[in-house]
């Protein structure tokens, strides 16, 4: 979205709204932690683990090594995340954890801040590239 009221004439540019809840999450904020060099993260995100309820999924991989499991999310190299709990518990729709599961899913698959838009490539390919108001998500 362009805000052509907030227009900068030497750049011939016009605002770009990058979040629409930002005014919401600062009054929220009682501490900032920050890695500017990635020194201690290496600028890399991993999801490991999630709670859902009570119960913690996602497990060590065996041998300490590195699970990237391709069968699942094929492409996908931030993510190593090991737990056949998980899908047992959500295949039995009768266990106490199917719902909150679904639940959660369904959470992470709407509740987000990326955006899609249609690029080319200097080919002529198009592609969705997506962002988000965090470059983690």
């Excluded at 052509?4 to 009682?30: I, R, Y």
């Excluded at 999310?73 to 047992?88: H, I, M, R, S």
């Excluded at 698959?109 to 080919?123: F, I, S, W």
Aim: hydrophobic letters at 35%.
């Amino acid at each position: 979205m362009w805000d052509l009221q907030v227009f900068d004439e030497t750049q011939g540019m016009a605002a770009v709204v990058q979040s629409s809840n930002l005014n919401e999450e600062l009054g929220m904020v009682h501490y900032i932690f920050s890695d500017k060099t990635g020194t201690l993260t290496q600028n890399i995100m991993e999801f490991k683990r999630m709670s859902i309820g009570a119960e913690v999924y996602g497990t060590d991989p065996p041998n300490g090594k590195e699970r990237h499991d391709v069968k699942y999310a094929p492409g996908v190299t931030n993510v190593n995340f090991v737990d056949d709990t998980l899908v047992k518990q959500l295949q039995d729709t009768t266990h106490s954890q199917n719902k909150k599961i679904k639940e959660f899913i369904e959470a992470l698959g709407l509740c987000h801040t990326v955006r899609t838009a249609e690029k080319t490539t200097k080919e002529g390919q198009a592609y969705l590239a997506y962002n988000a108001t965090s470059p983690d998500e």
